[in-house]
């Protein structure tokens, strides 16, 4: 079975109140799809860094993204997941005020998940460094796993059925 890694954006989608863009409201309505049914299949796992930004803001919003989460898997975080971390902030690649976006890389390209699922765009999934981050990941002797949205999986698995 396949293994993904999801960070923070994705039960942050989920549990949201609709939004009134519809840009957001697709997002939401795409991520609730996905989750409810089945995560394509996928063997799903996080870490510590998901549960603690998880955990922050709205009491009540902070505990519903928690609750979706609360039977995952967590990975750990070793030294080699903070140093890799670092090498992606020192580098240039990650800026250092999206430390916690490295250390989701760090984290499942660590511990070779397949995918790691996302909706951020901007320092995770982002097609114009996606190499950089391939090559950095390399030279510590690990593969960067494929990055991806819900809405990704949620075609594939649209097709399979």
């Known amino acids: 079975m396949a293994t993904a890694y999801i960070e923070t954006t994705v039960p942050s989608y989920y549990v949201a109140k609709t939004s009134d863009s519809l840009l957001q409201a697709a997002k939401q309505a795409t991520t609730r799809r996905w989750w409810d049914s089945g995560c394509s299949g996928l063997q799903l796992f996080t870490s510590l860094e998901t549960l603690d930004e998880a955990g922050k803001g709205d009491p009540r919003m902070a505990a519903d ?17 903070l140093q890799l971390a670092s090498r992606l ?48 990941v390399a030279t510590v002797g690990f593969e960067l796993p494929v990055m991806c949205s819900p809405e990704e999986l949620l075609q594939n698995q649209d097709e399979d059925n």
């Open 65 to 81: 993204r928690l609750d979706l989460i609360r039977d995952l898997p967590l990975l750990p975080l070793p030294d080699v997941c």
């Open 89 to 136: 902030v020192e580098s240039g690649i990650v800026p250092a005020k999206a430390a916690s976006d490295a250390i989701h890389i760090a984290v499942a390209s660590v511990h070779r998940m397949d995918y790691l699922v996302t909706w951020n765009f901007k320092h995770i999934a982002n097609p114009f460094i996606r190499d950089r981050l391939r090559r950095a």
